[in-house]
């Protein structure tokens, strides 16, 4: 067991887990953030993306004890971040995922989203070609990526409902 | 009573539709994009333990012994099961139960579960596994279908009446097919197969088990047919189902593949009654891929003979179909290789003769168009073939022979709307066909395809008379009403569509809407999401519950202002008088009047089908109350230089009946579109040579990323269908069908090839691009 | 979910104290760079380190800088996202960029290093899998057996080097700067490797890759990586191919260097058939007759096996092609050479 210090969505959390933990498993079964999913165990679908200082990262790869260091925000940081910066409603990505039909079995979404926000933070307006890129360790079995595209568009578009 | 009454395909009111057929939001869309949505391994519960299974190194073995005195030893394991605590077979075809949780006397693939261990953790589960000592003796492995057709010994299942590994055959004629081949203009015969794929839902299996002071058991698990595991469950537990409680929470994908039981249900169950805690088996992706289920692997033979003119005369099948180690499906999937390969065009002689063998391989079952999607390339290859052979438009070739609508199929399947010759209209439109259909540069081609797929079937996996989906409605005096369905959102969305039918039903919004489902202490049974089922049949259980509502709060309303009741209108969360007096009020207050004037407010609303199918022997299977209809066009470039075909574009039209939320159905058009094409070029579930899954994980496992995806767009044609739920049909499998075929016959319109064995890895591209060289 | 084995995790902050780390353990410890490789071959129990020594705190191991001389030094904790951004990098080593932009996906190039994607274990079929699936066939002799299912009766593993930057860097002329516990030393990559598919290293997994150095580019100097991979992105390359042009004021190639990758256990540098190239002059026809002889050339010296995923004698079908296709995207400022 180590006591991990881990700044997460803005929260100093300290917890205890065994040393060999992945983030991924500090973040669903330690701290209850169960929003990062785990679905290929190994770094291959990306769904347990979350951003560590800004950068889409895989969580089911990162071991707790070395992000320590790192502003971690996961699926459930949007919403509230959102709100803190006075904004209405969920986080503008998170809405458009929504109102595209990007979201069938959900499963994928929160990392895809997370990939998606930290493009938009880089590039307001990215081409297609740029989003399907940056989006391309993600994979989703449900939509066939067009109306994820089509929510980032949107995003990018800057408007809610 | 189940409703088999009509409601009608048009809004309820006199206002139009307010709410169907609008791009309104998901119920759980925001939910599941802020991580707010609870799928089954998001459940943690005190105390709750980790449970791990031990599988088969050996493809084909006989169990000797299990000795785990030295796992239950070790310090923090809490249960261990072995197969003999869990005899009873199960299978979701009550006709075919070959599944045990655990072995108890042979494993049958690489993979096959035989013993679990329940601990503090998956550290310590894991760590007692290995302490688990099992002796097998090692039998002969049948891995080639070819080679179980003809192989009685071993037997993969003993003690059967038939003793051999034969799952099924089924040999039906329909017309006379040998007659045809005298003065056909054309005899087209070739041998086609598909490979083996599988759903790959992003959620892995997993599954949760509470026992309960009470003597009740809960169990949540990643399933899309509750009802079914918790008959399943009951029986294998030899527990009263009245104790049992089963629910589905957030489901991240089927796609089919978690629409059997499974063993992971039974083992936390049992274990969670053994130790009286709560357990936890989450599958990692390996397990997923030995689980499987999905779909057969077929080697198919086709003889079509046609006119001049390219009018069918008569189709002949042959078709050997790897089941793996298990039935799973099987019967079913058995008949659906024939049986739903009948329209959309006229086959006026039909003749399918199907067997399904056992294999030592994981198990295959219902992938997304379930049975009829290997069919259904070989088939529009070989139309195509025909089509091109006669010299005649492959669009126009499928016109010609477009079996219409309110008709019946050669095998006695009742067609009502059809909307075929739409769907083929649309996507030559949209691919600018005429202009480039066989006119493209050398490298680049168009294909089409087209299909049909059921809404559901009058066959319930047991017989029985009694509703195949039932909905109770509860309103409350806050305005809110709930909705009870056990009907399983997997993602397809089927909780906003009962929540749409709900609102529309009685002028509401559909944020107005609580559905809870998939919960069988709460909801009335659905017999679960397979067979593209839950939009026609929850649909009209929910039209009809909410229907019988409607009618109260008018009546109450209209009583209160003494009006008549067509005088009164629902819509929007608004009660208005249409009267002269021209006044309103909230539907909060409407619902207050109702309940003042019937006590609390409730209804229940079912659907099962009309009696429906052929009068023989499997002629229910596959009989549905309504089919979708699909056509697509794709658009590929090949490289010649390297044999990689890539789609660059694919064109879907797809007849759902009503859309009754475009967005919704454009992703299932477009989802099912892009698995159909990951099929042909990409994916491939393979076996080694020692039996054993070539690489069970998502990286070798390739399914496409954003940038290997086609550019998809999918066009709605509505044939409105007297009925489905306001004149809804199924959009969930029927898109993938034809996207397959129409990528081969694009392949051919490239680079002149008939590829007709998938999947089309650049290799064989390469190969065939080479013998056409030659024969040039 | 597929479980890491038990260990514990150091974190140094120099290089020195990680060297102390590795050291001060009677067991097996590793060292961790971006966790890519190293995270899923623990979980496949490939690797059971009781100590693994996380590098993520060691400044000196990050940073991209010119050197006085022109040469570039790169950290090898520099993260290949790092490497494929870096502006200049991209202009005086194309294919070195080209590599490191098609590793994986975006996520798993924000965290791998190009350090680490040099020291990547090498890759096979019958070994990059779960301890489970492993057993159901007795092993192989990379890990916990000693049979070959690559080559039945197989003497020697012929597991894949799979890193595609491995062979820009090679074309490159790269030196590698290694600490060990008797300082330091640099070595050419080139002398890094040797033909053993268990261990393709001749560097112990004790000594730590401190930073790749890479000599300043001449005055016209190209190059291209061509990759094969089934999917645009995530795949590891089923092969691949870096090229070096060095063209003279005169636009005539002086100096060459080709290199491929996911064939054996080691990168393969093709000498003979860069030497075709010299003396000819891209947009002429003595370019043009060079590149068909090369890319026949590299196809007699490349020979894919049944080592990684995929039909090996596909994978030997397009030796030609990629050559062929890379050397004329190097010659023309393009690539990388990639199907999307």
Known sequence: ?161 | ?776 | MLRLPKFEVKNPSTVEEAIAMMHAIDGEARFLAGGTDLNPNMKHRLFTPERVVALGGIEEMFGITQQEDGSMRIGAMATLANVASHAELGLAYPALSQAALLVSGPQLRNMGTLGGNVMLDTRCQWYNQTYFWRSALGFCMKKDGTKCHVIEGGSKCVAAASNDTAPALMTLGAELEFANATGRTRMPIADLWQADGIWNKKVAHTELLVAIHLPKPSADQRGAYGKLRDRGSIDFPLFGIAIRLDLDAQGTIFDAALCAVALQARPWPLKKAAALLCGTKPGEESFTEAVEQVAALAAKQCRPMPNIPGDHEYRHAMVSVYTKRALLAAANGDGPVHHV
């Open chain 2, 1 to 776: 009573m189940a409703a088999r009454d009509q409601h009608g395909s048009e809004a309820p009111g006199d206002q139009g539709f307010r709410v169907v057929g609008k791009e309104n939001r998901k119920v759980d869309g925001l939910a599941k994009a802020t991580g707010e949505a609870i799928y089954t391994d998001d459940i943690m519960l005190p105390g709750m333990l980790h449970a791990k299974m031990l599988r088969s190194p050996h493809a084909h073995a006989r169990v000797l012994s299990v000795d785990t005195s030295k796992a239950e030893a070790l310090e923090g394991v809490v249960g261990v099961l072995v197969g003999a605590e869990l005899p009873i077979r199960y299978g979701v075809i009550p006709w075919t139960p070959d599944e045990n949780a655990l072995a108890t006397d042979k494993v049958r693939f690489i993979g096959d579960e035989v013993a679990a261990v329940a601990a503090v953790d998956e550290d310590t589960a894991l760590e007692a596994l290995d302490l688990i000592e099992v002796e097998y003796e090692i039998l002969e492995a049948i891995l080639d279908p070819q080679k179980a057709l003809v192989t009685p010994e071993p037997a993969i299942h003993e003690g059967r009446k038939r003793r051999d590994n034969i799952s099924k055959h089924v040999d039906l004629e329909f017309g006379d097919v040998d007659a045809q081949l005298e003065g056909a203009d054309i005899v087209l015969e070739e041998d086609y197969s598909f490979h083996s794929t599988t759903h790959a839902p992003m959620e892995p299996h997993c599954a949760v088990a509470q026992p309960n002071s009470n003597g009740r058991l809960t169990l949540w698990s990643s399933t899309q047919i509750t009802h079914y595991v918790h008959r399943a469950l009951s029986r294998v537990l030899e527990l009263d189902p009245a104790r049992i409680r089963v629910i589905q929470p957030c489901l991240g994908g089927g796609f089919g593949g978690k629409s059997d039981p499974f063993s992971l249900e039974f083992v936390v169950a049992k274990l969670a009654l053994k130790t009286g805690r709560p357990v936890k088996m989450l599958w990692t992706r390996e397990e997923v891929f030995y689980a499987h289920r999905g779909r057969h692997p077929m080697q198919m033979h086709y003889r079509t003979t046609a006119k001049k003119d390219g009018t069918i005369t008569s189709v002949d099948a042959k078709l050997l179909i790897d089941g793996g180690s298990y039935s799973s499906f099987g019967l079913v999937t058995t008949y659906y290789s024939g049986q739903l390969l009948t329209g959309p065009y006229n086959f006026p002689n039909y003749r399918f003769d199907s067997t399904r063998v056992f294999t030592n391989k994981p198990p295959n079952g219902p992938k997304r168009g379930h049975g009829s999607v290997q069919p259904r390339f070989a088939f529009e290859v070989q139309l195509d073939e025909i089509a091109n052979r006669l010299g005649i438009d492959p669009i126009e070739i499928r016109r010609r022979n477009f079996i219409g609508a309110d008709t019946e199929t050669v095998n006695g399947q009742r067609i009502s709307s059809n909307g075929f010759m739409q769907c083929l209209d649309e996507v030559e439109d949209a691919s600018d066909w005429k202009a480039r259909h066989g006119k493209l540069p050398h490298g680049r081609g168009l294909g089409v395809a087209g299909s049909m797929y059921i809404s559901g079937t009058n066959y319930p996996v047991y017989p029985n008379k009694m509703p195949q989906a039932g909905v109770q409605l509860k309103i409350d005096r806050s305005g809110l009403v709930t909705v009870f369905t056990g009907g399983n959102d997997i993602g397809q969305g089927s909780n906003s569509m009962v929540a749409y039918l709900v609102a529309e039903e009685l002028g509401l919004l559909p944020t107005s809407i609580h559905v809870v489902s998939a919960d069988t202490d709460l909801c009335p049974v659905d017999l679960g999401a397979y067979s593209s089922r839950v939009t026609f049949m929850v649909g009209n259980a929910a039209i009809d519950g909410a229907r019988k509502l409607r009618k109260q709060i008018i009546e109450a309303v209209a009583k209160h202002w003494e009006v008549e009741a067509r005088d009164v209108r629902l819509m929007d969360g608004t009660v208005i008088d249409l009267s002269e007096a021209a006044r309103s009020m909230t539907h909060v207050e409407a619902f207050h009047l109702a309940e003042e004037l019937f006590d609390t407010l409730g209804s229940t609303g079912a659907y099962n089908t009309p009696e429906l199918g052929g009068d023989y022997r499997g002629g229910t299977i596959g009989a549905s109350p309504a089919y979708s209809f699909t056509a697509h066009a794709a658009e590929v470039e090949v490289d010649t230089e390297t044999g990689r075909i890539t789609v660059l574009k694919v064109w879907a039209a797809h007849d759902c009946g009503r859309a009754l939320n475009p967005i919704i159905v454009r992703g299932q058009i477009e989802g099912s579109t892009y698995m159909g094409a990951a099929e042909v070029v990409l994916e491939n579930h393979d076996l080694n040579r020692f039996g054993l899954h070539s690489g069970p994980s998502l990286l070798d496992y390739r399914i496409p990323t954003s940038l290997d995806a086609p550019d998809l767009e999918a066009r709605i044609v509505e044939s409105i269908d007297p009925e489905g739920p306001y004149g809804a049909k199924e959009a969930g499998e029927g898109p993938l069908h034809s996207t397959i075929p129409a990528i081969a016959n694009a392949v051919f319109d490239a680079v002149g090839i008939r590829l007709r064995h998938l999947p089309f890895t650049p290799a064989k591209v390469l190969k065939a691009l080479r013998e056409l060289e030659e024969q040039n």
């Open chain 1, 1 to 161: 067991m180590r006591v991990f210090r881990l700044q997460v969505n803005g929260d100093t959390v300290e917890v205890a887990a065994p040393e060999h933990w992945t983030l991924l498993e500090v973040l669903r079964y330690k701290i209850g953030l169960t929003g990062s999913k785990q679905g290929c165990d190994k770094g291959d679908c990306g769904a347990c993306t979350v951003l560590l200082d800004g950068v889409p990262t895989l969580a089911c790869l990162s071991l707790a004890a070395t992000v320590e260091t790192s502003a971690i925000t996961t699926i459930e940081g949007l919403l509230p971040a959102h709100r803190a910066n006075g904004g209405e409603g969920a986080d503008p990505v998170q809405d458009a995922f929504d109102r595209c039909g990007a979201l069938q079995c959900g499963f994928c979404q929160p990392g895809m989203i997370l990939s998606a926000k930290a493009l938009l933070a880089k590039n307001p307006n990215p081409t297609s070609q740029e989003i399907k890129q940056s989006l391309s360790g993600n994979l989703c079995r449900c939509t066939g990526y067009t109306q994820i595209y089509e929510a980032v568009v949107l995003a990018a578009k800057g408007e809610q409902v």
